[in-house]
Every structure is written in C-alpha cells, then in structure tokens.
C-alpha cells in the first residue's frame, strides 16, 4: 500500500526534527488539567507497553500486518494502531489539535508509539519542543491510511487479531476502550455519539456476546 510507504518516509522526517533544538511552546493554555493528563498519560502509557509486548514482538502479528500492506516493515503494526486510534477520534467526534485537552492525549500516543520525545509530566506542557509539537504532522497521512484500510468504523487491527488470537482482541480492545473513554469524559459526560462509538469497541452492540470485553472496571 502505497500510503505505508509514505507514511514511513513522514515517520523518517519526524525523526529527524525530533532531534532539533529550538524554542519550546507552552500547551497549558490547552486547558488540560493535572489530573486529566495524569489519567491520560497512564492509558496511553498502557497501550504503548500492551503494543510492544504483544502486537510489535508477536511474529505472527507482523507478519499478518505485513502481508496486508504488503510492505515487509515492523514498524507497520505500530502505524497501523496508530490509524485505529485516529479512527477513535473520529468515531468520538473528537478533534486531533494539540490546543485542547483531547489533543494532548492524541500527542502522548504520537510521541510513545513513534519513540519520539515525549512528556512525562504535567510540568513539562509548559516547554513542550518543537519535535514533539510536530508529531502532529504524521495525522493527514495515518487518515490516508485509514482510507486504504477498508471500513473506517471499525478498529482494522481487531479485525487483524480476530484470526489470530482472541483473547489478545480482547486484550487490544480494552487497551485502546480505557483511552477512548478518558479522551471521551474530559468535558465531563458522555455522548449519545460517544457512548455509540466506545460500544462498538467493546463489541456491546453486535448479537455475538462471545467478543464482549468487561468494561465495567474502567
């Protein structure tokens, strides 16, 4: 696919601006709490060390997620979590701008999945550096992805891992549910739109009860 290909080569670019210098930028004004950065953060520290340890090292994984692009790269599982958490935003009506409280989540899963510089601290949004602000940049060509992806309703690396190990589904499901549901209550409530969306991760909607996830702890 011909969107891997690209989004591989903005991979290698930011890279490269992540080693740069420069002036900081203060994203406090995003309005993002202490505590909502704190519950973000873990979610998505969660993900990223739930993707390295059984989607990224699982060989069989890979190669599924390989054949499908038909690209031999092991960085395409983690772009193609990187498409599903975008598709999460969209789902959730959710915008992808690192000016709001939302954003700065989607910037933390950016930054921890693509090992770029990220933040680890709430402090630290005060002097956030330009290569971590340009993570942002990778978002139109994770969509062209999507767009390649067949249905963008639908988490493509589940899809993925139903024909491989369930139980690791779940697993992926739950992981990528507990972010969506953070990112969804930072104005407090849920949407009808929402509430649709993280039923449709959860597989709360469909007439299989087999494939249900446990919510209830989250």
């Not at 701008?97 to 990220?118: H, K, S, W």
């Not at 190990?165 to 990112?183: G, P, Q």
């Amino acid at each position: 696919m011909k969107s891997f290909n690209d989004i591989y080569q903005a991979y290698l670019v930011l890279k490269e601006k992540d080693q740069d210098d420069g002036l900081t930028t203060d994203l406090t004004g995003s309005r993002v709490t202490a505590t909502y950065f704190e519950q973000v953060y873990n979610a998505t520290r969660m993900l990223r060390d739930f993707v390295d340890r059984y989607l990224a090292g699982n060989a069989r994984v890979v190669e599924a997620v390989n054949n499908f692009t038909g690209i031999e790269r092991a960085m395409n599982v983690k772009f193609a979590v990187l498409v599903d958490v975008i598709r999460c935003y969209d789902g959730l009506d959710h915008p992808t701008t690192f000016n709001r409280p939302e954003g700065i989540a989607l910037m933390l899963v950016l930054t921890q999945m693509l090992d770029l510089d990220t933040i680890d601290d709430y402090s630290q949004l005060s002097q956030v550096r330009p290569g971590t602000l340009s993570s942002l940049e990778i978002i139109p060509y994770l969509d062209a992805c999507s767009q390649e992806l067949g249905n963008p309703y639908s988490l493509f690396v589940s899809s993925i891992l139903e024909q491989i190990d369930e139980r690791t589904d779940r697993l992926y499901r739950l992981n990528i549910y507990s972010l969506c549901k953070k990112i969804a209550e930072v104005d407090g409530h849920i949407t009808v739109a929402e509430k649709e969306w993280l039923e449709e991760i959860a597989r709360l909607a469909d007439d299989d009860p087999s494939n249900d996830i446990d919510v209830s702890q989250i």
